[in-house]
């Protein structure tokens, strides 16, 4: 292990043994910290065989009969009497589930009963619980209390290591760079390897992946230092403002605790320096990772967690679903990080979409993984059923045809490591413009069900599944009813929609309402999908100038009310959105970002200005130099 641990440049300390820092006696009556309350029926015996410490201890006969020790620590041992009579007992902590023990011996002593996992530093509540039975050698239910010992963990073992600005790569201990960033070798200020990198590009970013309970970063702060951001794990986002007077290698970020598990930061350069810089450059030298071992393990909560969790500022964005954007022009992750910038929060979501023809740029991995391969947020990928132009069909698919093919997108995703990815699979079949359009409602739903089971075999863990119909008017099935479409909750983990503000657009909030209420609409399908007990999400969204007479032009009013109809559905299985930036002709015009050019029609000064408004992160915080 040592000869391990060296190779990877790891120094792994002893482990510190955990130190007793209180002994609560069977007298301890009470109910502060270090004493026992007794409920139910016990007797003391003083002086009594077995021996004990403090020639004392309590028992009881009664079932239901419990002692209860506070302590505050990290571990703890119960200690006894088993004997001839001992009957069965249960220990829990902190009101958790219990263990159950035995107390018999054909002949008496004083014992260790039970020994604690460690904890969580802190508090803490043990009862021993007599619950009237007993094995079939024992003659009675007795339960004898003798002591316990609390125990600290007061210097846990702490290794860490060093991941170099030059440890390039997607795994672990390694950094990816998007974007811009020039190496700067034997640059002043001098850092440990004489190596740092620098980028002066709004949106350019690094990300590092490790394993460990904590992270350190340093970087450089100069006179041409500009304003950073740096997240952890997709979590709220710390502004870090690397401007100086003179030049000197620095500590920008240092994590909270964290669980001794993977994670994933991000450094973003955001292209804003404060008024005394002259530039917006953001310098990265190295990371360093500490592990404390062992973590602290607490017991398991009393209760399962609710189905869905309540609304949380946990993601990248500070927003209480996940939010993104497809990257335009460029699906890839400068596109993608540059619009999130623009809006004042980062992105958690990238909407790609693969090449649809042929089977290769479907299923194997192609740019829609590969451009964003060390990307910190999670890929919503719109999938076709089967390439175009190639003589595929749904009524092929549904007979199986294609399974191999998916079983390679499944492990794709493993190789890629984009398993936690939201699959939009065959999406919009309710209209008439894919060539997977459901003509036949039957035939796409059973293709659906085997694409869905051959990726289920192999993606490992699954991805989220969505289901996504265009909103409004169906052309497809000829019912124009959707659910007919919908392939079953056994195949569906969300189910999603596309919403422009568009045939037909809302001029008011009461048609805004009343257009989400109908069949097809966003409300509409939200109930049906909480009704099924599955996640909902928006994978495309925005204002439709494009569409002429039949779109509501630069609306900030839409904006809004899409923002509001999220946030009130927030916590309860609203997953995500994405909203769909597009300003080329003869598309649906919906640009909050891009200026007007040759290759971009359509700019909406009004939803921009809305749409920052209501995305930007409030839970930004600020560290000075």
């Known amino acids: 292990m040592a000869a391990v641990a060296a190779a990877f440049g790891v120094v792994l300390p002893a482990q510190a043994a955990p130190v007793l820092t209180a002994t609560i006696e069977d007298t301890a009556i009470g109910t502060g910290p270090n004493q026992v309350t007794y409920s139910g029926s016990w007797t003391l015996c003083g002086g009594c065989a077995p021996v004990t410490p403090n020639n004392s201890f309590r028992y009881s006969t009664t079932g239901g009969a419990s002692a209860t020790i506070r302590f505050t620590g990290t571990q703890f041992r119960l200690y006894g009497i088993r004997e001839h009579s001992g009957g069965l007992a249960t220990v829990s902590i902190d009101g958790s589930s219990s263990t159950t023990i035995d107390t018999f011996r054909f002949t008496s002593e004083s014992a260790l009963l039970y020994e604690s996992p460690v904890l969580g530093n802190g508090p803490h509540t043990a009862t021993l619980t007599n619950i009237g039975q007993h094995n079939p050698s024992s003659n009675a239910t007795v339960i004898g209390f003798d002591r316990v010992e609390a125990l600290t963990d007061t210097a846990p073992a702490v290794a860490t290591r060093t991941i170099e600005d030059n440890a390039i790569g997607t795994g672990p201990d390694q950094i990816t760079y998007t974007g811009t960033w020039l190496a700067c070798g034997g640059c002043v200020p001098a850092s440990p390897n004489n190596s740092f990198r620098y980028s002066s590009a709004g949106g350019a970013s690094a990300t590092i992946r490790f394993t460990g309970t904590q992270i350190n970063v340093y970087g450089i702060k100069e006179r041409h230092g500009g304003i950073a951001s740096i997240s952890i794990d997709f979590g709220l986002t710390t502004t870090i403002d690397t401007y100086a007077p003179t030049s000197s290698v620095a500590l920008l970020f240092s994590s909270a605790n964290l669980g001794n598990s993977s994670h994933i930061v991000q450094i973003l350069n955001t292209g804003h320096r404060n008024p005394a810089s002259d530039n917006t450059v953001t310098g990265f030298d190295r990371a360093v990772i500490a592990t404390t071992s062992p973590p602290p393990v607490d017991p398991p909560p009393v209760d399962p967690p609710p189905v869905d969790p309540p609304p949380t500022s946990g993601n990248r964005s500070g927003l209480p679903w996940l939010s993104g954007v497809n990257g335009d022009?460029?699906?890839?992750?400068?596109?993608?990080?540059?619009?999130?910038?623009?809006?004042?929060?980062?992105?958690?979501?990238?909407?790609?979409?693969?090449?649809?023809?042929?089977?290769?740029?479907?299923?194997?991995?192609?740019?829609?993984?590969?451009?964003?391969?060390?990307?910190?947020?999670?890929?919503?990928?719109?999938?076709?059923?089967?390439?175009?132009?190639?003589?595929?069909?749904?009524?092929?698919?549904?007979?199986?045809?294609?399974?191999?093919?998916?079983?390679?997108?499944?492990?794709?995703?493993?190789?890629?490591?984009?398993?936690?990815?939201?699959?939009?699979?065959?999406?919009?079949?309710?209209?008439?413009?894919?060539?997977?359009?459901?003509?036949?409602?039957?035939?796409?739903?059973?293709?659906?069900?085997?694409?869905?089971?051959?990726?289920?075999?192999?993606?490992?863990?699954?991805?989220?599944?969505?289901?996504?119909?265009?909103?409004?008017?169906?052309?497809?099935?000829?019912?124009?009813?959707?659910?007919?479409?919908?392939?079953?909750?056994?195949?569906?983990?969300?189910?999603?929609?596309?919403?422009?503000?568009?045939?037909?657009?809302?001029?008011?909030?009461?048609?805004?309402?009343?257009?989400?209420?109908?069949?097809?609409?966003?409300?509409?399908?939200?109930?049906?999908?909480?009704?099924?007990?599955?996640?909902?999400?928006?994978?495309?969204?925005?204002?439709?100038?494009?569409?002429?007479?039949?779109?509501?032009?630069?609306?900030?009013?839409?904006?809004?009310?899409?923002?509001?109809?999220?946030?009130?559905?927030?916590?309860?299985?609203?997953?995500?959105?994405?909203?769909?930036?597009?300003?080329?002709?003869?598309?649906?015009?919906?640009?909050?970002?891009?200026?007007?050019?040759?290759?971009?029609?359509?700019?909406?000064?009004?939803?921009?200005?809305?749409?920052?408004?209501?995305?930007?992160?409030?839970?930004?915080?600020?560290?000075?130099?």
């Open 329 to 625: 022009p460029l699906l890839n992750p400068a596109s993608v990080d540059q619009f999130c910038a623009s809006r004042g929060s980062l992105c958690d979501l990238a909407h790609v979409y693969v090449a649809r023809n042929s089977w290769g740029s479907i299923v194997q991995p192609s740019f829609a993984q590969q451009n964003f391969a060390g990307w910190p947020g999670r890929l919503l990928i719109s999938v076709p059923p089967f390439p175009e132009n190639t003589g595929s069909s749904l009524a092929a698919c549904a007979a199986g045809d294609y399974d191999s093919y998916w079983r390679t997108f499944g492990n794709t995703l493993n190789s890629t490591g984009r398993q936690n990815s939201i699959i939009r699979l065959g999406w919009q079949a309710n209209g008439n413009w894919f060539q997977w359009s459901a003509y036949n409602a039957a035939s796409y739903v059973n293709c659906w069900r085997r694409i869905a089971t051959a990726i289920r075999a192999t993606a490992n863990p699954d991805p989220v599944l969505d289901w996504t119909i265009n909103a409004h008017y169906s052309q497809f099935p000829p019912s124009h009813n959707p659910l007919e479409l919908y392939p079953g909750d056994a195949y569906v983990d969300s189910v999603g929609i596309d919403a422009y503000d568009h045939y037909p657009p809302s001029p008011n909030l009461a048609a805004f309402n009343s257009q989400a209420s109908a069949v097809g609409g966003i409300t509409w399908l939200y109930d049906f999908a909480r009704a099924h007990g599955k996640q909902f999400g928006i994978g495309e969204w925005g204002v439709a100038p494009g569409s002429g007479a039949y779109g509501g032009g630069d609306s900030a009013n839409f904006i809004q009310w899409m923002h509001d109809w999220m946030a009130a559905r927030a916590g309860q299985g609203f997953l995500y959105e994405a909203y769909f930036n597009n300003c080329e002709a003869g598309n649906v015009g919906s640009n909050l970002f891009r200026p007007l050019s040759g290759d971009c029609t359509y700019r909406n000064t009004n939803a921009a200005g809305r749409y920052a408004a209501l995305w930007r992160n409030p839970a930004t915080t600020v560290a000075q130099p």
